[in-house]
């Protein structure tokens, strides 16, 4: 064991925090919270209930007593419950992490210990895998406003090729998630930074903290392959209303970072799509209000 990893597993709780905001997913949450007690690196562990109707936080108070449970009266979102995490965090680290994750029990020790000894990164994630086995293809680029657009609007279908080079550009076709490397953006489910540097934008509540993350640290963030954390994905997300969220949240995202001018533009020429997505959902049942 190197050095800086027995320092480590030496002051435990004091290193790192992790901070999970869950919603309704009280059975995968248990099997996340399990995971992390096997953690080779033990980490203060802050759960953020949002109003959960599924007995969530009374499974955290009966199953895992040493967990820090914040239980809201109200649905305070993905970034919104994030931000009270952090600021409950006592460790010098903070990962932000799914409730529908299984952590491999060297994972966070082989995050925190690289990001510990590379003060130039912004922050890390780990390679996240399907149940099956598959790899999941996180990590991008910043996105551009071409990017949105294109692929938020009926202009992807007139400009279809345009469209593909765009989005392999964005998601680094060309690396298969088999090798550490260097990205601009990391995933929301697997997110360690530095606790001074980490925080999301209180505007936004469920999409695109994790671009606005990097445009506001501006330093790049490492892909580390080693570390290995199974991930459900979309877990709670899976309604409508998570839909309206997500462009509510787009829209908000580029009035910030492209100006007002983009917003309306994109807010007009998505509609069809939007409105597409409404009437998929009605014929498949009833959009969920939540």
Same mark, same amino acid.
């Given at each position: 064991m190197m050095r800086t990893e027995r320092h480590f597993a030496t002051i435990g709780l004091m290193i790192l925090s992790v901070v999970i905001v869950n919603y309704n997913t009280r059975d995968l949450l248990r099997a996340c919270l399990a995971?992390?007690?096997k953690a080779t690196l033990p980490p203060e562990i802050i759960v953020v209930d949002n109003a959960s109707s599924d007995g969530s936080a009374e499974m955290v108070r009966a199953e895992f007593p040493?967990?820090?449970? #914040? +239980?809201?009266?109200?649905? %305070?979102?993905f970034c919104g419950g994030n931000n009270l995490g952090i600021q409950a965090a006592q460790g010098e680290f903070v990962l932000l992490l799914n409730p529908d994750t299984v952590v491999a029990p060297d994972a @966070?020790?082989?995050?925190?210990?690289? #990001?510990? =000894? /590379?003060?130039?990164? +912004?922050?890390?994630? =780990? &390679?996240?895998?399907?149940?099956?086995?598959?790899?999941?293809k996180t990590c991008s680029r910043i996105p551009t406003f071409a990017y949105l657009l294109l692929? /938020?609007?009926? @202009?992807? %279908?007139?400009?279809?090729? !345009?469209?593909?080079?765009?989005? =392999? /550009?964005?998601?680094? =076709?060309? !690396?298969? &998630?088999?090798?550490?490397?260097?990205?601009?953006?990391?995933?929301?489910?697997?997110? @360690? %930074?530095r606790r001074g540097e980490i925080g999301l934008n209180a505007a936004l509540w469920l999409y695109f903290p994790e671009d606005d993350l990097a445009r506001r640290v501006r330093r790049p963030f490492r892909f580390l392959a080693d570390a290995h954390i199974e991930h459900y994905e979309k877990a709670a997300t899976r309604n409508w209303r998570a839909?309206?969220?997500?462009?509510?949240?787009?829209?908000?995202?580029?009035?910030? /970072?492209h100006g007002i001018i983009a917003m309306l533009i994109l807010w007009a020429l998505s509609r069809p799509v939007?409105?597409? %997505?409404w009437a998929k959902q009605r014929m498949m049942g009833k959009p969920q209000k939540q």
């Open positions: 995971s992390l007690q040493a967990v820090r449970l #914040l +239980a809201q009266t109200k649905n %305070m979102w @966070l020790q082989t995050m925190t210990t690289f #990001l510990a =000894a /590379h003060p130039d990164y +912004a922050g890390v994630t =780990a &390679r996240l895998i399907y149940p099956d086995g598959t790899v999941q692929n /938020h609007t009926p @202009l992807g %279908m007139v400009f279809s090729g !345009w469209k593909r080079r765009l989005n =392999a /550009h964005q998601w680094y =076709a060309d !690396w298969q &998630r088999d090798s550490d490397f260097d990205v601009e953006v990391v995933p929301g489910s697997c997110t @360690l %930074m839909t309206q969220v997500y462009f509510r949240d787009m829209l908000i995202y580029v009035r910030q /970072h939007y409105w597409g %997505m």
